[in-house]
């Protein structure tokens, strides 16, 4: 069956896929929407179904009930040669050079193999990773044969980039070159999606982002929309302790040391602030600090979830050493 309706400006549309494995329910019913040109995260922890869904929205597998439509196919192996992916698994032949590695990928998506071997050599030198060309994988350190196998999904010019994991096992120099490369895909209006475990990567990069759990997908959207779904936090520190004004501030309020904490009041902060000079709280400081992807993930997954995610990219890297 057919999605009812394509919408041209959606790199990667899906509904309601389900994947079964025997009797493990992997992936639950997830809708996606993905803008082209834009950069969308997968942020969930482990086993919460981020590679069955990659997978199927790359086609490698199909899924058990749902759609998906991808660069306008709904079947997404008619357009493998506009799609690069980054498995989870890694793993270059070990004795080819890093050039060869990058022109045998090209190859494999359709470039003719002298071409994509000239196009490996420029895109390391890109890098900054010209003096590497002519290694053989097996001599590179982990991260960087990463890096290869990463640019080698890149060889063929993609119009759609699939990266799963793509930050895990590199190390903080070469997690900011790939942001940086990330970002300059969806420059050029390349669409990327990428799966991660660490609310920073997605914080940092995603304008979109679909939060999975339980092969479930609470919420997809704007990473803006996700941090509203929570109220923004204000701290104000006082020179009087206490007074009839505190009788203006929310039942929630929290008093941690000299700052007190509490969530922006629906009727916004004017009316708050009036009664605080009115009743002489002396106002010291006062910030209003708009709610991080961490506790929006809390608000819209749940604790149990959020304690199985890594929130710092650092924690990671430690992680994967
Ligand atoms: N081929 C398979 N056969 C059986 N079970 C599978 C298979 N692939 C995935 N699963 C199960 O489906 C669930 C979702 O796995 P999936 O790999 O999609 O999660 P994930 O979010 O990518 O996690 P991770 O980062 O740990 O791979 C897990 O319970 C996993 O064990």
Known sequence: MDFPTTTPELAIEARGLVKRFDETLAVDGVDLAVPRGSITGILGPN???????LRMLLGIIDPDEGYRRVLGHDNPRDVARLIGYLPEERGLYPSMKAYDAIGYMGALRGLPLKEAR???RALLEEQGLGHAADRQIRQLSK??????????????EPQLVVLDEPFSGLDAINQGKLEVL????ADRGVTVIFSTHVIAHAERLCEGIAIIAGGKVPFAGRVDEARDRIPAQVRLETSADAGPWTAALPASTRKVGQFRFFPLPESGIEP???????GNAGIRSLSIERAGLHDAFVAIAGEAAAARLVTDAGQDEEQAA
């Open 143 to 156: 991260g960087m044969a990463q890096i290869v196998q990463l640019l080698g999904t890149l060889v063929h």
């Open 118 to 120: 000239n196009r490996g």
């Open 182 to 185: 990330i970002r300059g895909l």
């Open 272 to 278: 708050l602030l009036k009664a605080l000079i009115e």
């Open 47 to 53: 086993g919460a179904g981020k590679t069955t869904t």
